[in-house]
Antibody, heavy 116, light 108 residues
């Protein structure tokens, strides 16, 4: 079955760090554009980051310098390392495949709450 | 940075046609994708590259894109179409992915 499953969310204090994972099955992560998208409670979708098949990475200004997207080809898994977390980073984080051509596959999301 | 503008809400009578717009500077030159999101669920792609339907999406969903406006059209609206709808593009000048603010569709 083709699917994405996120994990790693939870409660973290401001200034803390968290690493999200997105395990893929049924297709190869490294052959696709893979993105992270977040949604704050009651708000719209916000693109966070993308990693191209060639390995290039790009970030939204709101997370640049704090978040790092990466992948492990051997595990067919996408990651998002989040450092210096702020209250405004509180959101459900989704991984998605190929937003450039139309994101045809999304995970169910993992909730990150930044609070003291 | 590139911006996409959607109406906050659209209402449609059961069985009638709903149109949700997505405005952006020369958006007609970009590929526009549309997503449906129901409460507590992940977004689902309903239209890609302006007017293409993924498999499993009813023919009632269609899209168009020209000039400064892209439009998602939902014909013969059903109660199950009630959801938030988002447009999305890729901005080739900044390499950013951009989402519209979302439109809540209510079927009366």
């Amino acid at each position: 079955e083709v699917q994405l499953v996120e994990s790693g969310g939870g409660l973290v204090q401001p200034g803390g760090s968290l690493r999200l994972s997105c395990a893929a099955s049924g297709f190869t992560v490294s052959s696709n554009y893979m993105s992270w998208v977040r949604q704050a409670p009651g708000k719209g979708l916000e693109w966070v980051s993308v990693i191209y098949s060639g390995g290039s990475t790009y970030y939204a200004d709101s997370v640049k310098g704090r978040f790092t997207i990466s992948r492990d080809n051997s595990k067919n898994t996408l990651y998002l390392q989040m450092n210096s977390l702020r209250a405004e980073d509180t959101a459900v984080y989704y991984c998605a495949r190929d937003l450039l051509g139309g994101g045809d596959l999304w995970g169910r999301g993992t909730l990150v709450t930044v609070s003291s | 940075s590139y911006e996409l503008t959607q109406p906050l809400s659209v209402s449609v009578a059961l069985g009638q046609t709903a149109r949700i717009t997505c405005g952006g500077n020369n958006i007609g030159s970009k590929n526009v994708h549309w997503y449906q999101q129901k409460p507590g669920q992940a977004p689902v792609l309903v239209i890609y590259r302006d007017s293409n339907r993924p498999s499993g999406i009813p023919e009632r969903f269609s899209g168009s894109n020209s000039g400064n406006t892209a439009t998602l059209t939902i014909s013969r609206a059903q109660a199950g179409d009630e959801a938030d709808y988002y447009c999305q593009v890729w901005d080739s000048s900044t390499l950013d992915v951009v989402f519209g603010g979302g439109t809540k569709l209510t079927v009366l």
